[in-house]
């Protein structure tokens, strides 16, 4: 999962929802346009490369993340807004 949220609210222990982009590491995901990104293995310390799954953004209860894996880097981060807008047809 990529955390997506503002960390005001990721900062705040009362709010429970935290809005995450999910990971998959099915090939076939990569495959699928421009709302999917490619997320290396060596970015972050992945144990393969993921894709950020940007038309399935979604909420989480915190509690259902564990450990920080680590923190990606600016121009994956700007792919992965650039999937965000295209999912969600902003400009």
């Not at 503002?6 to 935290?18: E, K, P, V």
């Not at 490619?38 to 894709?51: Q, T, W």
């Amino acid at each position: 999962m990529i955390l997506l949220s503002h960390d005001g609210f990721n900062q705040t222990l009362a709010w429970r929802s935290i809005i995450v982009v999910p990971l998959s590491t099915s090939k076939s995901q990569g495959k699928r346009g421009p709302t999917v990104v490619e997320i290396p293995d060596r970015a972050v310390g992945l144990p393969k490369a993921s894709f950020a799954v940007c038309h399935r953004v979604t909420t989480l209860d915190r509690a259902k993340l564990t450990k920080r894996i680590g923190a990606l880097s600016a121009d994956i981060l700007r792919e992965v807004e650039g999937g965000l807008k295209a999912a969600m047809d902003l400009d």
